[in-house]
């Protein structure tokens, strides 16, 4: 059973506008939440991460809010940059699983310019 | 340090061949995970090493999946024999404890069985 979920497959935003992109988690227990990128033809790359203990982090044009009574997390990007077009993955891991991350299935970002 | 780096980029295999793929993790990290990535399950945990141990197979797809990770610097995950399912991404990671950053991934073996 998927513990994160990815529920937009897709997503198109024009160049200089806001992207959100949205996860929701499954298990409670998860307390370390991270966003990842890819390209094409590339392995995924880290992009920004979150303890339980915040509700928010910001790194440059990136942002991710974590709400955990909603079990929700997204991810802002401000000001959205063709550069920015990849697929994004949301993951999350809880204590005592050694590294085990759980991911979503991605959603498709395209910035149009 | 060169990052994960995996072998070979693309393989294209007829039905019922036996498939090796492999993964060189960096140096240092005591994690390795194995991934698939589809269009309906996104990535797709397989199976994880800790210390070069199997601690998770249980997302290992059937018994013609088989991962090995001899020692601390190379793992194999080989499908014997294949199948036209099994095409899809590979992507093999690894990680030091549970490092802030998460895994760094390398940049997957695209498998095509036909």
């Known amino acids: 059973d998927q513990q994160v979920k990815q529920n937009s497959p897709s997503l198109s935003v024009q160049e200089g506008r806001i992207s959100i992109l949205n996860c929701d988690y499954t298990?409670?227990?998860?307390?370390?939440f991270l966003w990842y990128k890819k390209y094409p033809a590339e392995g995924p790359t880290f992009l920004i991460s979150i303890s339980s203990i915040k509700d928010k982090n910001e790194d440059g044009r990136f942002t991710v809010f974590l709400n955990k009574s909603a079990k929700h997390l997204s991810l802002h990007i401000v000001p959205s940059q063709p550069g920015d077009s990849a697929v994004y993955f949301c993951?999350?891991?809880?204590?005592?699983?050694?590294?085990?991350?759980?991911f979503g299935t991605g959603t498709s970002l395209t910035v149009i310019p | 340090d060169a990052g994960v780096i995996q072998s070979p980029r693309h393989e294209v295999t007829e039905m019922g061949q036996e498939v090796t793929l492999r993964c060189k993790p960096i140096s240092g990290h005591n994690s390795l995970f194995w991934y698939r990535q589809t269009m309906m399950r996104g990535l797709e945990l397989l199976i994880y090493?800790?210390?070069?141990?199997?601690?998770?197979d249980s997302g290992m797809p059937e018994d013609r999946f088989s991962a090995k990770m001899p020692n601390a610097s190379f793992s194999t995950l080989k499908i014997q024999p294949s199948e036209p399912r099994d095409s899809a991404v590979y992507f093999c990671a690894s990680a030091l404890d549970r490092g802030p950053n998460g895994y760094t991934f390398g940049s997957g073996t695209r498998l095509t069985v036909v």
């Open positions: 298990n409670s227990m998860f307390d370390y």
């Open positions: 993951a999350a891991s809880y204590p005592n699983t050694g590294n085990q991350f759980y």
């Open positions: 090493f800790n210390n070069n141990v199997p601690i998770d």
